[in-house]
């Protein structure tokens, strides 16, 4: 008999999960809170720009539905406001260069992935149930099904696993999140030749990501303010008109980003959904949902790891996550999920989620001195650029470089002397 498996939330990790389970036979039974046409005519929820490794998971399980038509993503790069130099401006750059991605990136916007892996989903004979779970479900749930996956992202399911406080050093979100789509950027003129993310830092200020991505009318770009709470950047709280926020985003990238804006100039939104503005306090998670009627369950993803989206990677960490665990309960066979595998299931996605985390906490801080060298250097030096980079891919690698000074100047000096 096949076993039964439930995933609530039909978001990156929960559809990559689902569907690889229907592959491999298991009854599965999706949960989401809106149906696919909801999702694909609603509001943006992400940037989701995904780097090679987690592509390729995707590949795996033939989910690349729209790789052909997304814009390839080639370089990363980085840019960096001289201190204090926008004030009275016009705001210089300290820093510019574009490593090259060993594997091309790509942003598909999730109203498109999602709602069109949905109705994968459901065509493939998948039971697709429209409803916003609640604690008390799962509990009923827990007891009918073989096993319980919760991947239902930042929502109030959370509810259920404890904040591993040891993991998670902020109990306040870091930055003030503002995303605009749009048409009509302009190319960059240093590198008009292939598309890139564009890592813009401003210190004590926040950061400007601009990235190429598909969207429902098809290519466009994003233009996304990180900002420090409480300074010039988290001004979006308030703003309900889309038409209000873009003026605003376009208005502190002329001051701060004036080599962003100059390709901005043109710009319009993708539609009156694009826009998106937010925050959350990065945390870690127990992964077992314990439920009041003794059932316990798993959490995936961003549910039991939620990074701030400055390092770009809660949807690859969603799709390394789903594929961790979609291996796991394979190789489980027929014995039981229980509380222990749970936990191994989840130790083994923290192998690689612990890097992320780190990181990305680490770039939340002011730099220190030898991280200012090594993204300096890496102006002069190609190769330090392109493994900065391709960090974004596996961040396990800025262990050997980035933390600790003694290691990044032997780096520098490897690459220097080279
Ligand atoms: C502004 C911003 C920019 C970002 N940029 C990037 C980036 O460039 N690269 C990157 O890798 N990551 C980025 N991320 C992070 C990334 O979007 C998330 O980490 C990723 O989507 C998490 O996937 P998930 O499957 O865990 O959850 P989600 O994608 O959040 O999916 C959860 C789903 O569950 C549904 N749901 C919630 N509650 C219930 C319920 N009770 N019952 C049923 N369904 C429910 C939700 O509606 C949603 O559809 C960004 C995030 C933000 C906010």
Excluded at 250 to 263: D, H, N, S
Aim: proline letters at 6%.
């Amino acid at each position: 008999m096949s076993r039964k498996i439930l995933v609530v939330g039909a978001g990156q990790s929960g559809l990559q999960l689902a569907l690889g389970l229907q592959t491999q036979g298991y009854e599965v039974t999706l949960m989401s809170n809106r149906t696919a046409d909801e999702i694909r005519s609603g509001r943006v929820m992400s940037t989701q720009c995904m780097f090679h490794t987690a592509l390729q998971h995707e590949r795996d399980l033939q989910l690349n539905f729209w790789e052909s038509q997304a814009p390839k993503i080639e370089g990363l790069g980085v840019s960096v406001a001289a201190p204090g130099s926008h004030d009275p401006g016009p705001t210089q750059r300290a820093i510019d260069w574009v490593g090259t991605l060993d594997g091309y990136a790509q942003s598909v916007d999730q109203r498109v992935k999602m709602a069109g892996w949905m109705e994968t989903f459901a065509q493939r004979g998948g039971q697709l149930v429209i409803h916003g779970a609640a604690v008390s479900d799962l509990d009923y749930f827990s007891r009918t099904y073989d096993l319980v996956l919760v991947s239902a992202g930042k929502g109030e399911l959370v509810s259920m696993f404890g904040r591993d406080a040891s993991r998670s050093p902020y109990t306040e979100p870091q930055r003030a999140l503002a995303v605009a789509y749009v048409h009509g950027m302009g190319v960059r003129p240093e590198h008009p030749d292939f598309d890139a993310v564009r890592c813009n830092l401003v210190p004590g200020v926040g950061e400007l990501f601009v990235m190429p991505t598909l969207t429902t009318s098809g290519r466009a770009d994003i233009l996304f303010w990180e900002g420090i709470p409480g300074g010039p950047l988290d001004a979006f709280q308030g703003v309900k008109d889309p038409s209000e926020h873009l003026a605003l985003t376009l208005e502190l990238m002329e001051k701060f980003t004036p080599w962003e804006y100059a390709r901005a100039t043109k710009v319009e939104l993708t539609d009156a959904n694009g826009t998106l503005a937010g925050r959350y306090a990065p945390t870690v998670r127990n992964p077992i949902g314990r439920l009041p009627g003794g059932g316990a369950v798993l959490g995936v993803a961003d549910v039991v790891v939620a990074n701030d989206p400055i390092t770009g990677q809660g949807s690859n960490s969603a799709s390394k996550c789903a594929a961790a665990y979609l291996a796991a309960i394979v190789e489980h066979g027929d014995k039981p999920f229980d509380e222990e595998w749970m936990q191994a299931t989840f130790d083994r996605y923290w192998d690689t989620a612990q890097h992320v985390t780190k990181w990305t906490n680490t770039m939340l801080q002011a730099p220190p001195e030898h991280v200012l060298n090594l993204i300096g250097a890496a102006g002069q030096l190609q190769p330090v650029a392109d493994r900065f980079a391709n960090g974004f891919n596996n961040p396990a690698d800025f262990e050997n470089f980035f933390y600790e000074p003694e290691k990044t100047n032997a780096y520098l000096a490897s690459v220097s002397g080279a």
